[in-house]
């Protein structure tokens, strides 16, 4: 699918699925604008691609995400990648684990949309792609209830704003990945002191007896920045989790 002429802003490009998206919707021609906190690593994007424009970025700053916006101009792709994974279940998560989550996971999106989306309603025109996750609405996983309660919320926003912007060329779609082989992933599973124990517990709950690769998901990404007849869906691209 070309993308040629397309300016798209991906955050959490630095690592995993950002990172693999940013390159893929470079190669299909997208005018790439990656963003993350991580600035060494996007220095590392920058050089794989040369064509991509790197920004530091905070998503929890609404400065800075209008800041960046304002200097990039004219928006026609958003994709919401940042995300964070908090363990535990409901008796042990505190108050302040779910304002971190809620902020990350969420109010992040919340910001950037509302920093780009004026000017596509301007030009009639715009794609949203939030990233959720299978642990969601759509399947409960132990340890895991903040993240899967926000990443809940992320298919209710994105459905929200695809009722509210249906008719004016917005859409916004939601996708749902299962365990992604990442940085981030192999951080969490060193964490548990026993990372092989740990990858195969992760393993053996994907039925295809794999973990997923950011490319994969990339491919997902760049089908849904060009797809003009699709809004409000949720994809889940998750090895047969949900089967």
Not at 26 to 45: M, S
Not at 92 to 100: L, Y
Not at 217 to 235: E, F, K, P, Q, W
């Given at each position: 699918?070309?993308?040629?002429?397309?300016?798209?802003?991906?955050?959490?490009?630095?690592?995993?699925?950002?990172?693999?998206?940013?390159?893929?919707?470079?190669?299909?021609?997208?005018?790439?604008?990656?963003?993350?906190?991580?600035?060494?690593?996007?220095?590392?994007?920058?050089?794989?691609?040369?064509?991509?424009?790197?920004?530091?970025?905070?998503?929890?700053?609404?400065n800075e995400i209008d800041a960046v916006v304002k200097g990039i101009g004219a928006v026609d792709i958003l994709f919401n990648c940042a995300g964070y994974v908090q363990n535990g279940t409901v008796l042990?998560?505190?108050?302040?684990?779910?304002?971190?989550?809620?902020?990350?996971n969420v109010k992040s999106m919340l910001r950037t949309v509302q920093a780009v989306l004026p000017g596509m309603l301007e030009r009639g025109d715009g794609s949203i792609i939030n990233v959720a996750s299978v642990v969601s609405s759509l399947k409960g996983v132990i340890n895991r209830c903040s993240y899967g309660t926000t990443k809940a919320a992320v298919i209710g926003l994105t459905k929200s704003i695809a009722a509210d912007f249906v008719t004016q060329g917005i859409r916004c779609n939601a996708i749902c990945p299962g365990t992604v082989?990442?940085?981030?992933?192999?951080?969490?599973?060193?964490?548990?002191?026993?990372?092989?124990?740990?990858?195969?517990?992760?393993?053996?709950?994907?039925p295809m007896g794999r973990l997923g690769t950011p490319d994969e998901?990339?491919?997902?990404?760049?089908?849904?920045?060009?797809?003009?007849?699709?809004?409000?869906?949720?994809?889940a691209i998750d090895g047969g989790m949900l089967i």
């Open positions: 699918m070309s993308l040629q002429g397309k300016v798209v802003l991906v955050t959490a490009a630095a690592h995993g699925i950002g990172k693999a998206s940013a390159l893929a919707l470079a190669r299909a021609g997208a005018t790439v604008h990656a963003t993350d906190i991580d600035e060494d690593a996007l220095q590392v994007v920058r050089a794989q691609q040369s064509s991509i424009t790197i920004h530091r970025m905070n998503v929890r700053d609404r042990q998560a505190t108050e302040e684990d779910f304002d971190v989550a809620f902020d990350l082989q990442s940085p981030s992933l192999d951080q969490r599973l060193a964490a548990t002191g026993d990372y092989d124990a740990a990858m195969k517990a992760f393993v053996a709950r994907q998901i990339a491919d997902l990404v760049v089908y849904l920045a060009g797809a003009r007849y699709t809004t409000g869906s949720v994809y």
